[in-house]
């Protein structure tokens, strides 16, 4: 079991992380002996530290108290497990309590495991162990389910459920929503020119230029089809979305990625159809945002390739 949870360590890069939640910080220091050679520790002394460091260091396992001041663990736990961003990491309860009302309570909540005081050292580093590998195998798989081989982009599955939520995101705030379409132009000539080798080197490249165009956490870039990429960009008004596609086209061109067969550049080029909706406007869906992105992609290739198009239709409300 060590041996696998070394070798998902490896490749995710980085120890597992646990975050001890106690408010005695001596049992806090107990436990961080037992942990802390083989994994990161991180510290809470309460409910609220816990879940405010669990957004932002998404530890990979909690070991949680019961019996705080303020939120006690399983109130914290249940917090946890509704919160999008802490929802997926194991909870074992570490607590004094024994009855089996207390030990069904901590599953109720979300917790994986119920481990009574006082502490057997080596029973606690095999549950640990146990769980952590299922976490990082677990988290190996979703990653896997997730992402473009080829790219390393999100795929098409990812690309679909990101727009429904990003949608939802945006409806409930009232703010814009861009989509930016990709193609790569006259790819089929590149592919035919250069060999589908170097077709695919060109794809994992040019995908990697338009990922480092995007720096906010909830943009979406993923690879839509063949040699068609999307990005999700919510929040993002009709303005900001039209410089986002063009500093991706410059980036892109910047490559000089030389294509000899291209009518339009000697060098790989991309053609960009953008598209901006605000959720509560008559008609806007998610449908009709990547239809009317399609359609000014479609409008980029007719205008000669190598461009943003982002024709306004008076159904659309600008938001920028
Ligand atoms: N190397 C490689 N080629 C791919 C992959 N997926 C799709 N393609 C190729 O991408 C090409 C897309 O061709 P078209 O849809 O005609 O588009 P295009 O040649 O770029 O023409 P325009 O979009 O009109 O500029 C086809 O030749 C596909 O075989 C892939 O994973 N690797």
């Excluded at 998404?58 to 019996?67: E, G």
């Excluded at 497990?81 to 997926?88: E, F, P, V």
């Excluded at 190996?140 to 997730?146: D, H, K, M, S, T």
């Amino acid at each position: 079991m060590k041996q696998i949870l070394e070798e998902l360590s490896t490749l995710r890069g980085g120890r597992p992380r646990i975050l001890l939640c106690d408010d005695q910080p001596i049992n806090i220091r107990l436990v961080n002996a037992l942990l802390k050679g083989d994994y990161e520790i991180f510290m809470a002394t309460s409910g609220l530290q816990a879940i405010e460091l669990s957004e932002r260091v998404t530890p990979d396992l909690i070991l949680m108290d019961v019996n705080m001041p303020g939120l006690n663990g399983y109130d914290t736990c249940a917090r946890l497990k509704q919160n999008t961003l802490t929802l997926g990491i194991p909870v074992i309860f570490l607590t004094g309590l024994k009855s089996e009302e207390d030990e069904v309570k901590a599953f109720e909540v979300g917790g994986v495991d119920f481990i009574s005081k006082p502490i057997n050292g080596t029973v606690l580093k095999a549950r640990v162990l146990t769980h952590l590998t299922l976490k990082l195998q677990s988290d190996f798989y979703l990653n896997i389910a997730v992402t473009d081989s080829l790219t390393g982009l999100f795929n098409r599955r990812k690309f679909d459920s990101e727009l429904a939520e990003k949608w939802e995101l945006c409806k409930r705030s009232g703010q814009a929503m861009s989509l930016l379409l990709i193609d790569i132009d006259h790819f089929k000539q590149y592919n035919d020119h250069y060999g589908h080798q170097a077709g695919d080197h060109c794809l994992a490249e040019v995908a990697h230029t338009i990922r480092s165009n995007f720096h906010r956490s909830y943009d979406c870039v993923a690879r839509y089809g063949g040699e068609e990429f999307a990005c999700i960009l919510p929040m993002t008004g009709r303005e900001q979305a039209i410089r986002q596609a063009q500093e991706v086209c410059h980036s892109v061109a910047r490559l000089h990625l030389p294509h000899a067969r291209s009518d339009t550049s000697a060098w790989v080029s991309l053609s960009i159809g953008v598209a901006t909706m605000i959720a509560p406007d008559h008609n806007a869906s998610p449908v009709a945002l990547l239809a009317l992105a399609d359609k000014n992609l479609y409008a980029a290739k007719a205008n000669g390739r190598a461009q943003v198009f982002a024709a306004e239709l008076p159904l659309f409300n600008d938001a920028a």
